[in-house]
């Protein structure tokens, strides 16, 4: 092997070291580890929406105009429903989520075990919503979220941004940290204003909270076995075999140039 292609070897298992170490794994929010009361039987957990609305600034240009016609009340209703089930339709996963709008029953009150979801003045005139979750141990090893309410600011924001704020803040109340060096996660930061997709590291994630063991996909069960995210002190733990594989070549490099 030239020096060149030696460079531009090692070069690209530095790359694949980086991707592998910095923008993969999901980051669970509480440790220990808790989700929201459902279960295979159950699987449904339901938001009560208090029914207000800011006002949105893009209806006429958002996704082509099909908002234009809507009142922000109807635009709202519609991005909660999508957020909610862009959680809810992952493959090995059972959680179903639902919104119902309820403003009587609606509150930020982080000890009433009801999942609301909240118009008001936020912390912060930048942030478009924040969720609260709370994690409760009902027995030993067994921990739920058994309240998350999410508030929503009462500036006027794009659509754009609001249907990844929701998505955002319920992956919250799921159970999920920020993911601040995975650009892919829908729990990182660096997204493109209107793209709530679920990244791949997202719906490992709910698949290792919520798993759904009737789904049968192997490689779906091996990537999530494989990433898990960050737990307890670390990822180091889950990386091992990546120092394995880079580093066996550049030992067998050196044991060349030394017998030379």
Same mark, same amino acid.
Request: proline content about 5%; charged content about 15%; hydrophobic content about 40%.
């Given at each position: #092997?030239?020096?060149?292609?030696? #460079?531009r070897? @090692?070069? +690209?298992?530095?790359?694949l070291?980086?991707?592998?170490?910095? /923008?993969?794994?999901? *980051?669970?929010?509480?440790?220990p580890e808790?989700g929201?009361?459902? +279960?295979?039987?159950?699987? &449904?957990?339901?938001?009560?929406w208090?029914?207000?609305?800011?006002?949105?600034?893009?209806k006429?240009?958002? =996704? !082509?105009?099909t908002?234009?016609?809507?009142?922000?009340?109807?635009?709202m209703?519609?991005?909660l429903?999508?957020? #909610?089930? +862009?959680?809810? &339709? *992952?493959?090995?996963s059972?959680?179903?989520l639902?919104?119902?709008?309820?403003?009587?029953? %609606?509150?930020?009150?982080? /000890?009433? =075990?009801?999942?609301?979801?909240?118009l %008001?003045? $936020?912390?912060? %005139?930048s942030?478009?919503?924040?969720a609260?979750?709370?994690a409760?141990t009902? $027995?030993?090893?067994? =921990?739920?979220?058994?309240?998350?309410d999410?508030? *929503?600011? /009462?500036?006027?924001?794009?659509l754009?941004?609001m249907?990844?704020?929701?998505?955002?803040?319920?992956?919250h109340?799921?159970?999920f940290g920020?993911?601040?060096?995975n650009?892919?996660?829908? #729990?990182?930061?660096?997204r493109?204003?209107?793209d709530?997709?679920? !990244?791949?590291?997202?719906?490992?994630?709910?698949?290792y909270l @919520?798993?759904?063991?009737?789904?049968?996909?192997?490689?779906? =069960?091996? %990537?999530?076995?494989?990433?898990?995210?960050v737990? !307890?002190?670390?990822?180091?733990?889950?990386?091992?075999? *990546?120092?394995?594989?880079?580093?066996l070549?550049?030992?067998?490099?050196?044991?060349?140039g030394?017998?030379?």
């Amino acid at each position: #092997m030239t020096t060149n292609s030696s #460079m531009r070897f @090692y070069t +690209t298992l530095a790359v694949l070291a980086f991707v592998e170490f910095f /923008t993969s794994g999901f *980051v669970l929010i509480f440790q220990p580890e808790a989700g929201l009361p459902a +279960t295979l039987v159950a699987p &449904n957990v339901n938001f009560v929406w208090d029914g207000k609305a800011p006002p949105f600034s893009d209806k006429e240009t958002f =996704r !082509g105009g099909t908002f234009a016609d809507q009142s922000d009340h109807d635009a709202m209703l519609k991005l909660l429903n999508e957020a #909610m089930a +862009t959680w809810s &339709n *992952v493959p090995g996963s059972f959680i179903k989520l639902s919104v119902t709008e309820d403003a009587g029953v %609606a509150s930020a009150n982080r /000890t009433d =075990r009801i999942y609301s979801i909240v118009l %008001a003045p $936020t912390h912060s %005139a930048s942030s478009a919503a924040y969720a609260s979750p709370v994690a409760e141990t009902l $027995t030993p090893g067994h =921990r739920v979220i058994s309240d998350c309410d999410i508030t *929503v600011n /009462t500036a006027k924001v794009t659509l754009a941004f609001m249907v990844y704020a929701l998505t955002h803040e319920t992956g919250h109340c799921l159970g999920f940290g920020h993911a601040h060096d995975n650009y892919r996660s829908i #729990m990182g930061y660096s997204r493109t204003p209107g793209d709530a997709k679920l !990244g791949a590291d997202d719906k490992a994630g709910l698949i290792y909270l @919520y798993d759904d063991p009737a789904y049968g996909d192997g490689k779906v =069960r091996e %990537a999530v076995a494989a990433k898990c995210g960050v737990l !307890g002190e670390g990822v180091v733990g889950s990386h091992v075999w *990546v120092l394995v594989v880079l580093g066996l070549p550049l030992l067998a490099t050196l044991r060349r140039g030394r017998a030379q």
